[in-house]
């Protein structure tokens, strides 16, 4: 009888040790993953990764590409826009790219290399990426999120679109500081008119023009958090930064006080003395009824053959463009 009780004791304290062993260590992995559980959550605040790197890897291209932040690496997908594939291993997709800027497919593998290398330089620096952590797919180990990436020059994509390396096409979001995306996709379009109208990138391929880049300035959109929301670099020995803005959060490109016409300073203003096509957007913004917004679109939809093609920029009808007109040229 005692050696039957001496096998169940030990029966019993061989299950409850591997129980045990087994509780430990699914705390250990939980312990491990929290910064991933809470980047995930599908929460509506921001995640701000500061002084991110690029890390050199075969599969980056324009659109896609690994990142560090402090300790940990990341694989980002832009929202909003897309750049040609750098290879032939997807005919489909490279097909309905060319199709798309009216180019063959060996021209669209082309202009997606170009779009890497844009990338890669553009890089180069310190940068700054905004997530919620949304799952971007993709074929790679890593698990890819979609993200909006400033560089010191502004958001990364306008500045691919601007340059004729990518379209207006993709996964859709609202970027800091806006309720929904459509400001950002029609400043997208009109960035992207720009670049065929100067025949750029995958735009003037054909013509010799791969690799000429705007000459004509543009304002890309900056992302700001609010004073009050600390953003945090990230240390070398952390696992992630992650740092929840509450909404709204400032856009230096997109916010601006109330666009009003009683301001004093700007009933002073001079008639018909600003030139539509060099004006800066301080210079802009002083027209009674151009706001940063405003002027950021105007700037975007450059050039312009005169002050009458005001009228094309969105969000100028006829009362705003009789309201704005005779300050310009």
């Not at 798309?100 to 290399?113: H, K, L, S």
């Not at 065929?196 to 304002?219: D, F, T, V, Y």
Request: charged letters at 25%; proline letters at 6%.
């Amino acid at each position: 009888m005692s050696q039957i009780r001496g096998g169940r004791l030990i029966l019993r304290f061989s299950i409850f040790s591997r129980v045990g062993v087994s509780a430990l260590i699914a705390v250990d992995v939980l312990g491990a993953s929290a910064v991933h559980v809470a980047a995930r959550d599908g929460s509506k605040d921001w995640v701000v990764l500061e002084n991110c790197r690029l890390i050199t890897n075969p599969a980056n291209d324009g659109d896609s590409f690994h990142v560090s932040a402090g300790a940990k690496e990341y694989l980002f997908r832009l929202y909003l826009v897309d750049a040609p594939e750098t290879d032939a291993r997807n005919p489909g997709r490279l097909i309905e790219q060319g199709k798309y800027f009216g180019i063959t497919v060996p021209q669209a593998i082309d202009v997606g290399q170009a779009a890497k290398e844009f990338t890669r330089q553009k890089l180069s620096e310190p940068f700054t990426v905004f997530t919620h952590m949304s799952d971007a797919m993709g074929q790679s180990r890593l698990e890819r999120f979609y993200a909006f990436v400033q560089t010191n020059e502004g958001d990364l994509s306008e500045q691919l679109v601007r340059n004729g390396l990518a379209r207006a096409y993709g996964f859709k979001a609202a970027p800091p500081g806006l309720r929904t995306s459509r400001e950002e996709l029609v400043k997208l379009q009109q960035l992207e008119d720009l670049a065929k109208q100067e025949r750029i990138g995958a735009w003037g391929i054909n013509a010799g023009r791969l690799n000429a880049h705007s000459q004509q300035p543009s304002s890309f959109s900056s992302f700001v958090p609010e004073q009050k929301t600390r953003s945090r670099s990230a240390p070398a020995d952390s696992a992630a930064v992650v740092s929840p803005i509450p909404q709204p959060v400032a856009s230096s490109a997109r916010t601006s006080p109330p666009e009003t016409s009683g301001s004093h300073a700007k009933e002073k203003i001079p008639l018909g003395r600003i030139d539509v096509n060099t004006a800066t957007e301080k210079e802009l913004t002083t027209v009674p009824g151009i706001g940063h917004v405003m002027a950021s679109r105007i700037i975007a939809a450059r050039p312009f053959r005169s002050a009458d093609d005001l009228k094309r920029v969105s969000g100028i009808g006829e009362k705003k463009y009789a309201q704005v007109r005779p300050y310009f040229q």
